[in-house]
């Protein structure tokens, strides 16, 4: 028999079925995968282990009872911890918040043990999300599985690298400005942001509200689409969650359906692929742009049409989501204040000295940064010149995202300008560790979907990704096109665990 470990979703799923192994066999094969490797990695912040093994009895009793199986029965999930699990540490990989126990459940998380995942722990990342390494976290550096030397990139980098490293199925990352696919692509997985607003942020722990959203990770196409149909819902305690998710751009009556097999020997037929021209220069890796074109060949291949597309706004993208992104992040902080939330400083002489000496010492220096840069974008002085401006500038590129995008089906780029980097080659660095988002951000300033899907390897080994972005809702014709990828190339670039 495969082992469990590497398995994926619709594997397990078949051998729960059929009672070749039991919920907590699964459960335990992971634990001991994880307490073999986790010291070569550092995935996890906290390991859930009691929670696990009783979540996979009461999967087994289901079972035991011949009761259906909900869809994720029995899989394995890690979850980022600046997500709210009842009763376990919800840190965001802050001094603040190392004691912070949280009192209830991310909506997402309730949806995923709803449905019967296992949640193995909670993962590393950069400090409230903050980062592109997940160097930034206060407590431990992870480390990238495909090359212990490298990043997992970040800030969802625990996540990937669970992912990557074989510790669960799937994970929930957030995604702000590319946190979910800069890290997929970085450890050679699948990761995706959906549609603004169709995954329920209650529970997450806000950095910038209006960019902010959870998605899924996972070593296929497939598995990412089972956790999306577990984690798309309606939620009453986001007012920006979308109601009645389901009814929104239906094609099939199915928001999103696992794919059959492709059979057509044109399944992409039809299909329109916008190449964005200023995410292919010679700002990208020579290697990088070499998988692209090999992507490009490929979706010809199997029907797509492909141009070349400008959209000159991408060039303010960056500058843009740095205003906004910290302008909102300051706003967000401000409750962590030893007060309201996190540490409380007692040595001091008054109320304002508290604040002052709480906050001082439960941020680390990236926080403190963008609270300070984003605090004076909206000072009364340069609210205007900044805030304001920076606010324009991305209904701009909204709109010429969404223009574009009523001619072609989808826009296609790399993920990053690079493959992993070492660790510590950028920490000194901040512009040009922001500069690794470039392609991503765009996605989270127009609030519309995106993927990433693993394309290649460079010359050391390091895997490359490629980003689809599409209308919002199109989540299933983006999921459509990185499957008949996967397909078309054998999942020869995804992430394979070997443990026999
Ligand atoms: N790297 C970006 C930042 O540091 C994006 C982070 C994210 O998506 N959470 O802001």
């Known amino acids: 028999m495969k082992s469990l470990v590497g398995s994926n979703i619709r594997e397990l799923k078949t051998l729960l079925a059929n009672k070749s192994v039991s919920a907590k066999e699964i459960t335990k094969a992971h634990y001991e995968y994880i307490e073999k490797h986790e010291v070569n990695i550092n995935a996890f912040l906290c390991l859930t282990k009691e929670l696990s093994l009783n979540q996979a009895s009461a999967i087994d009793e289901l079972i035991a009872r011949k009761e259906p199986l909900p869809l994720l029965a029995g899989i394995p999930v890690a979850i980022k911890d600046n997500i709210c699990l009842t009763n376990y540490p919800t840190t965001c990989a802050s001094q603040i918040l190392a004691n912070y126990q949280s009192p209830y459940n991310a909506s997402v998380v309730e949806k995923l043990t709803n449905d019967g995942a296992i949640c193995v722990g909670k993962t590393n990342l950069d400090e409230f999300a903050m980062g592109s390494s997940c160097e930034n976290s206060s407590f431990k550096v992870t480390k990238n599985p495909c090359n212990t030397e490298y990043v997992p990139g970040g800030s969802s980098g625990g996540s990937a690298a669970s992912v990557a490293g074989g510790f669960s199925v799937i994970a929930l990352g957030s995604d702000t400005g590319g946190s979910i696919r800069l890290p997929a692509s970085f450890c050679g997985i699948v990761g995706m942001k959906p549609t603004y607003g169709l995954v329920s942020r209650y529970g997450l722990v806000a950095f910038a509200s209006s960019l902010d959203q959870i998605g899924p990770m996972g070593?296929?196409?497939?598995?990412?689409?089972?956790?999306?149909?577990?984690?798309?819902?309606?939620?009453?305690?986001?007012?920006?969650?979308?109601?009645?998710?389901?009814?929104?751009?239906?094609?099939?009556?199915?928001?999103?359906?696992?794919?059959?097999?492709?059979?057509?020997?044109?399944?992409?037929?039809?299909?329109?692929?916008?190449?964005?021209?200023?995410?292919?220069?010679?700002?990208?890796?020579?290697?990088?742009?070499?998988?692209?074109?090999?992507?490009?060949?490929?979706?010809?291949?199997?029907?797509?049409?492909?141009?070349?597309?400008?959209?000159?706004?991408?060039?303010?993208?960056?500058?843009?989501?740095?205003?906004?992104?910290?302008?909102?992040?300051?706003?967000?902080?401000?409750?962590?204040?030893?007060?309201?939330?996190?540490?409380?400083?007692?040595?001091?002489?008054?109320?304002?000295?508290?604040?002052?000496?709480?906050?001082?010492?439960?941020?680390?220096?990236?926080?403190?940064?963008r609270i300070i840069l984003g605090t004076y974008c909206l000072s009364s002085g340069y609210f205007d010149a900044y805030y304001k401006k920076a606010q324009a500038v991305r209904r701009l590129l909204q709109n010429e995202l969404l223009t574009t995008l009523n001619s072609y089906d989808v826009l296609l780029s790399p993920t990053a300008p690079s493959t992993a980097f070492k660790i510590n080659e950028k920490m000194a660095d901040p512009l040009n560790m922001y500069l690794t988002d470039i392609a991503t951000i765009p996605a989270n300033l127009a609030g519309i979907p995106a993927i990433s899907i693993p394309c290649g390897l460079d010359n050391t080994h390091m895997p490359i990704g490629f980003q689809l972005m599409g209308k919002p809702f199109t989540e299933k014709k983006l999921l459509k096109i990185a499957y008949v990828f996967e397909q078309a190339t054998n999942q020869q670039f995804n992430r394979q665990i070997n443990n026999n």
């Open 219 to 369: 070593r296929s196409v497939e598995d990412v689409i089972f956790a999306l149909q577990s984690i798309i819902s309606e939620c009453a305690h986001d007012s920006t969650n979308i109601k009645e998710p389901f009814k929104a751009n239906l094609d099939d009556g199915n928001f999103i359906s696992i794919p059959n097999e492709v059979s057509d020997n044109k399944p992409l037929k039809g299909m329109k692929i916008g190449l964005i021209k200023e995410l292919d220069n010679d700002g990208i890796n020579p290697e990088v742009r070499k998988a692209l074109k090999n992507v490009i060949k490929v979706l010809n291949d199997q029907g797509a049409h492909i141009d070349e597309v400008s959209i000159p706004q991408i060039q303010q993208a960056l500058p843009v989501y740095y205003i906004i992104a910290t302008a909102e992040a300051s706003s967000n902080l401000a409750r962590f204040d030893g007060i309201r939330y996190g540490y409380r400083e007692s040595n001091v002489q008054n109320l304002e000295d508290l604040y002052l000496k709480s906050r001082e010492q439960g941020f680390g220096s990236e926080v403190k940064r």
